[in-house]
């Protein structure tokens, strides 16, 4: 069975840092286009970034040069540093693979908030 499962997510002040993590299993993970989604309260699911198997990255405009993302193959885990975190980051970070297979994990609740 292919799962993904997220962790780091935290509550964090504005101008502060976190790192999420998203371990995979039942699949090899640089096999897959992975991306990281968010969900905030009352909004609809967004695309905040992707890294491709050959190890292309894509951001939202919105956190670009603010996050980072990567993905260690020896252990199956896909990272999103995220750094000048803002309020309106705060929501449910959700990592997936949507090629060539699509499935997410559970997510993680980041909240920015002084």
């Known amino acids: 069975e292919k799962q993904l499962a997220e962790s780091g997510g935290g509550l964090v002040q504005p101008g502060g840092s976190l790192r999420l993590a998203c371990i995979g299993s039942?699949?090899?993970?640089?096999?897959?286009?992975m991306n990281w989604v968010r969900q905030a309260p009352g909004k609809e699911l967004e695309w905040v970034s992707s890294i491709y198997p050959g190890g292309t990255v894509l951001y939202r405009d919105s956190v670009k040069w603010r996050f980072a993302i990567s993905r260690d193959d020896a252990k199956n885990t896909l990272y999103l540093q995220m750094n000048s975190l803002k309020v309106e980051d705060t929501a449910v970070y959700y990592c997936?693979?949507?090629?060539?297979?699509?499935?997410r994990g559970q997510g993680t609740q980041v909240t920015v908030s002084s």
């Open positions: 039942g699949f090899t993970m640089k096999e897959c286009t």
């Open positions: 997936s693979c949507s090629h060539p297979e699509n499935f």
